[in-house]
């Protein structure tokens, strides 16, 4: 078997795990549950929770201490047990306990995934920006496979979605124990920083990119406002009777998934845009993308107004990808080859860590407080305008305070810290 289709394996079923479940627990928690938004943002901020320190902790094992696939190999079977046991959970308040173990075994492994990817495909001598790219995108065609079975199925508010994710993630824990070897880059520790593995947090010292991961973080909490709330929006036209019969909301996930599919387009543009507009361009026109993601849901409906909700999952694809991907490997080019996990494990605190928590906690507060009316109506209207007003807040700070020279062909030049 080639490599690339070892890593396109890889990729597939990392993300069909996350996509069994994530676009569809808000149903779960809301329609099923009948819990609070703020409850459920509890519970979705799980993820950035444990961003918070499992993806930089277990970068740094990998780092200096254990092979980066094995550890990949292991978290994924931990986390299958924890998803095995979502289903018979009862309460938030327990659920939150049991998605939080979930996610400190889920989380890392996006990142880990990246480490192993670069690596193997430095050693066989390839440009992980024109290779890479087209290896990940099957990590959103696992996603969207992951949406479809779950909508094709129906099972957008049943616990039976858990047990789907898990039995993939046993599929992948094992797989990943055939993965290529990425051994700890294992260097003679000449201080403490250096024998924790904390060496990547002096990229934090240079202006550049702490106002890198500053605004990522931002973008980050960008992400987990769709994640969290995109399909119970789309599933909550069904109290209308006009929209009750439409296409959105018996397959809200289906409409849902053509924001992955745009994903796979705008991931393959990527190394042209690296390459000739740079990082600083290629992040601003993805916080363009979130304001109107944000925009055309808030102005949308399943029938005269359907070309809005299509075009914003269209937007989709370029807000994630040049944000997610193009940041990944901006870090990969800026960080040490010694500290590539750790860096990556930073990317992912700041990102799907610190921007992951604000992000879900705090909607889900403000959301209780200002946007929900009478009988627990949610106004997504004013909903979707308060984000994208945060979002391109976001993009006019970026522009002004991101400094960063764009030399074409030097996207990866590492720097030693």
């Known amino acids: 078997m080639s490599l690339k289709l070892r890593l396109i394996i890889m990729n597939f079923l990392q993300f069909f795990v996350w996509g069994s479940w994530l676009t569809t627990v808000g149903n779960y928690c809301y329609q099923t549950q009948h819990w609070s938004s703020t409850e459920f943002g509890a519970i979705f901020a799980t993820m950035g929770i444990a961003s918070l320190f499992m993806p930089a902790l277990m970068g740094i094992l990998a780092d200096k201490w254990i092979n980066a696939e094995r550890l990949y190999g292991v978290l994924h079977l931990l986390g299958a047990c924890m998803l095995f046991i979502v289903p018979t959970v009862g309460s938030p308040q327990l659920?939150?306990?049991?998605?939080?173990?979930?996610?400190?075994?889920?989380?890392?492994?996006?990142?880990?995934?990246?480490?192993?990817?670069?690596?193997?495909?430095?050693?066989?001598?390839?440009?992980?920006?024109?290779?890479?790219?087209?290896?990940?995108?099957w990590g959103t065609v696992g996603f969207i496979v992951a949406m479809w079975t779950i909508s094709l199925r129906h099972l957008d508010t049943s616990p039976t979605q858990f047990y789907v994710a898990g039995i993939a993630a046993v599929l992948l824990g094992l797989y990943a124990f055939t993965l290529p070897r990425c051994p700890p880059a294992y260097t003679k520790h000449t201080s403490l920083v250096d024998a924790l593995g904390l060496r990547a947090f002096a990229l934090m010292k240079q202006y550049k990119m702490a106002v890198f991961f500053l605004f990522a973080m931002?973008?980050?909490?960008?992400?987990?406002?769709?994640?969290?709330?995109?399909?119970?929006?789309?599933?909550?036209?069904?109290?209308?009777?006009?929209?009750?019969?439409?296409?959105?909301?018996?397959?809200?996930?289906?409409?849902?998934?053509?924001?992955?599919?745009?994903?796979?387009?705008?991931?393959?543009?990527?190394?042209?845009?690296?390459?000739?507009f740079g990082i600083k361009t290629v992040m601003l026109i993805s916080m363009i993308a979130w304001v109107l993601r944000f925009g055309l849901f808030a102005y949308g409906n399943p029938t005269d107004l359907l070309w809005m909700i299509l075009m914003s999952n269209i937007v989709y694809g370029m807000a994630f990808d040049f944000f997610n991907i193009s940041g990944s490997l901006f870090v990969e080019g800026q960080a040490d080859p010694q500290i590539r996990a750790s860096a990556q494990g930073l990317f992912m605190l700041m990102t799907n860590g610190i921007g992951a928590v604000l992000g879900s906690s705090l909607s889900g507060i403000i959301i209780d407080r200002y946007f929900t009316g009478a009988g627990g109506v949610l106004q997504w209207h004013?909903?979707?305008?308060?984000?994208?007003?945060?979002?391109?807040?976001?993009?006019?700070?970026?522009?002004?305070?991101?400094?960063?020279?764009?030399?074409p062909d030097a996207v990866t030049t590492p720097v030693h810290i």
């Not at 880990?112 to 990940?136: C, E, F, H, M, W």
């Not at 973008?219 to 929209?243: I, K, R």
């Not at 599919?261 to 705008?266: A, C, G, P």
């Not at 004013?382 to 030399?407: C, D, E, G, P, R």
Request: aromatic share 16%; charged share 10%.
């Open 218 to 276: 931002a973008l980050g909490a960008s992400l987990q406002l769709t994640n969290a709330y995109g399909n119970t929006f789309l599933s909550d036209f069904g109290s209308n009777a006009v929209y009750a019969q439409s296409f959105v909301v018996k397959y809200s996930n289906i409409v849902l998934s053509l924001s992955q599919v745009s994903e796979t387009l705008f991931i393959l543009a990527i190394p042209f845009f690296l390459y000739r």
């Open 95 to 137: 659920l939150f306990w049991v998605m939080l173990v979930n996610m400190c075994f889920y989380m890392p492994t996006i990142a880990l995934s990246i480490t192993v990817a670069y690596n193997a495909l430095k050693a066989d001598g390839q440009d992980i920006i024109k290779v890479y790219p087209p290896i990940r995108v």
């Open 382 to 407: 004013q909903i979707w305008l308060a984000f994208a007003a945060y979002s391109l807040v976001v993009a006019v700070l970026f522009a002004i305070l991101f400094k960063h020279k764009h030399v």
